[in-house]
């Protein structure tokens, strides 16, 4: 194995404000897989946590009762990757409160990477975000959206813009899951290829 690259890499996954297909702000609702399989991609290229940011209490207490089952008890015992995995996952009400809380664990504001399937003017790319990564001890925190995408405001917050992951074909229409590995990958993999 390639000695690793050091890294100080967090992701957020927005529920809320996120665009739904009519272009209204809606909050999305927390599915079980994005939960299970972003911590599992999170813990693999060794984040230092996964926000999943919704503003409902009740979508808060969801995430907890997940959470607690994999970690304790009899799910523990069952599958204890999942255990594991779930040592990243975090909860927030908000990407302020995200922020907030990276900056109080690293003394910096990270610098914040937007996602969007759709391509932006000035969105930069894998490689030029891989090198920042790479040659900076700043935190960076990598900002996924549910629903049909980030909210032009939260996309005005951000540092920079991500390109689109484009496969071979004309279709572009990943899961939020299926995205964040593959740019986690794309970011953070060992130089496989050097």
């Not at 540092?159 to 794309?186: C, K, M, Q, T, W």
Request: with cysteine.
């Amino acid at each position: 194995m390639m000695g690793r690259l050091e890294a100080n890499v967090y992701v957020g996954l927005l529920h809320s404000p996120i665009y739904n297909k009519r272009g209204e702000k809606i909050t999305t609702t927390v599915t079980n897989m994005d939960l299970h399989d972003i911590a599992r991609a999170g813990k693999t290229y060794n984040i230092k946590g996964y926000y999943v940011v919704n503003p409902l209490k009740s979508q808060q207490a969801l995430i907890r009762r997940m959470s607690k089952y994999w970690t304790s008890d009899y799910g523990a015992e069952y599958n204890v990757n999942r255990q594991e995995a779930f040592s990243v996952l975090k909860i927030a009400s908000s990407l302020d409160e995200v922020v907030k809380k990276i900056e109080a664990e690293t003394a910096q504001k990270p610098i914040l990477i937007a996602t969007d399937a759709k391509p932006l003017e000035h969105a930069v790319s894998y490689r030029e975000i891989r090198k920042s990564i790479f040659n900076s001890t700043r935190a960076f925190l990598l900002i996924f959206g549910t629903g049909w995408g980030l909210t032009e405001e939260t996309l005005a917050l951000c540092n920079y813009i991500l390109e689109p992951v484009y496969g071979r074909g004309n279709f572009n229409h990943l899961s939020v899951r299926s995205a964040v590995s593959i740019i986690l990958d794309r970011l953070l993999a060992e130089e496989w290829w050097a």
